[in-house]
């Protein structure tokens, strides 16, 4: 029965944690709950980057503190231990008295992994971890990847037809296919604002002017990322409006540099354009905290993540279009499909490879 009782507990951790999915970051989803006598009496979760974590807001919702002396708090994740921007919650616990704490999963996180766990078993609290631990990492699968390879979590997406086209062959400016639908372009703004970047290539750029923006949905716009081996792009580019973050890759750095010296939200970074492009790519973004990195286009680039097994997730629009001829669609390597959803006459896929189903 407790490990029903647990379970259940944890599930209301994740639902809590889920509510700041597109303000804790870099910070990671977490919910907490504390539970005297089979009743909730506190429960929190942790808002936002620099603010109190879910422990801390869970503990001050407790109305009678004394109950707290008989209570479990269940966390997501394991109470930190260090002092950071807040102090260690797993000291607030053991000054607060709490005899027993669950543990969703661990954090990976070097300056905490497994020390706030021993720090409460030091003072003599009970502690369990490993409840719904597969649901806890998933939940916060971009932090869990990054704190382990310090590099971004990489999610490809791309729309086809139904005969497996991403697009006709047509010039720069032309009209792309009408592949997706209102709500399936929702969903699309709705994951950007998930992900902290958004990658695209030079013909992606120059053929469909894309602004990467959310547009279509409430949440913070990722950083634009954008290859440009030879400076081809125009300035004139929505990329280059200056209104979001955008982080410009090239081969020539002085040559591009002057372009945008007066707009201070563009960034020129020069890596070799070579077989090792998409790594060098991957490491840049890391050094920067980027945990997360959607890749939209084109088909090439979007293949070479797949050659190269640089991915970790992939979500496939399937439309009801029929285009018989044009630019092919990717073709998934390893993977395994996770869900599938529908929206009007589109369908929605969602991969991942073999290799990361662990996260």
């Given at each position: 029965?407790?490990d029903i009782k647990d379970k259940q507990y944890m599930e209301r951790c994740l639902q809590l944690a889920r ?164 709500l399936t372009q929702t969903r699309v703004h709705k994951l950007r604002s998930e992900v902290q970047a958004i ?36 300035q004139n580019l929505k990329l280059f409006d200056n209104t979001i973050q955008t982080i410009v890759f090239t ?109």
């Open positions: 029965m407790e509510m700041a999915k597109r303000t804790a970051r870099p910070n990671p989803m977490v919910g907490a709950v504390v539970v005297c006598d089979g009743k909730i009496i506190g429960e929190g979760y942790h808002r936002k980057c620099g603010e109190p974590h879910a422990e801390v807001n869970a503990i001050r919702s407790v109305r009678d503190k004394s109950l707290l002396k008989k209570s479990t708090i269940y966390v997501s994740l394991e109470p930190c231990s260090h002092y950071g921007k807040t102090p260690p919650c797993s000291e607030l616990i053991i000054q607060s008295g709490i005899p027993r704490v669950v543990v969703g999963s661990l954090d990976p996180f070097p300056q905490v992994s497994g020390r706030g766990v021993r720090m409460l078993r030091e003072a003599g609290v009970d502690v369990k971890v490993g409840v719904l631990e597969k649901e806890c990492i998933e939940l916060n699968r971009f932090f869990m990847h990054f704190q382990q390879e310090k590099l971004p979590y990489v999610v490809l997406k791309w729309a086809q037809s139904r005969d497996t086209y991403i697009d006709v062959h047509r010039e720069e400016f032309e009209n792309a296919a009408s592949i997706s639908n209102s990658l695209v290539g030079t013909e992606t750029a120059l053929k469909d002017n894309p602004s990467l923006s959310v547009r279509y949905w409430a949440g913070t716009d990722p950083v634009r990322v954008v290859l440009d081996r030879h400076g081809r792009l125009p081969e020539n750095k002085e040559a591009l540099l002057p372009r945008f010296l007066n707009k201070e939200k563009i960034e020129v970074k020069q890596i070799a354009f070579d077989d090792t492009l998409l790594k060098q790519l991957l490491v840049e973004l890391g050094k920067l905290s980027i945990q997360s990195l959607l890749v939209e286009g084109g088909a090439q680039l979007l293949q070479s993540f797949i050659d190269q097994n640089l991915w970790d997730y992939a979500q496939i629009e399937t439309g009801d279009l029929i285009l018989k001829d044009g630019v092919k669609a990717p073709v998934l390597k390893n993977a395994f499909l996770i869900d599938t959803v529908f929206y009007q006459n589109n369908q929605i896929s969602y991969f991942k490879p073999n290799v990361c189903c662990d996260l």
